[in-house]
């Protein structure tokens, strides 16, 4: 979603993202509350729907957990805690991110990102989450 949020503003959705819907599990903290009150126009400028649901942090990692070992396939995007990276990639369920991030190349600017953020969200030599 961040990405979204540098590109230009245009009068219509590009083709690729028009009726894509995604569902998110977060828990609610300033930055997922942001992001959260920008959907409305994240929506608007991608056409990309996106399903928000916001649970207590102390619930967030058993449901995470409970939906990757049964590969439920409910969600699209998790918001772990960074204490959690290696308990759910553990699990082999969870999408490694080492290409998009090359793909996104400058466009995402991650290595900007501190090196002490970023090593938070590898396991094994492969990235799984991208610090805020």
Known sequence: MALAAKAAPTSAAPAQTKGLT?????YPWPP????????PEYE??????????EIPYNELLAKMM???VTKSGR????????????????????????????KAGKALEYDNFLTAAKDQYIYKGTIYEIPQ
């Open 75 to 102: 969600y699209d995007i998790f918001v772990p805690s960074n204490v959690w990276n290696a308990q759910l990639a553990a699990t082999g369920n969870v999408e490694p991110l080492d290409d998009y991030i090359a």
């Open 66 to 68: 409970t939906e990757l």
């Open 22 to 26: 995604l569902r998110a599990l977060v």
């Open 44 to 53: 608007k400028l991608t056409g990309v729907r996106v399903e928000w649901e």
């Open 32 to 39: 997922t509350v942001a992001v959260r009150d920008a959907l």
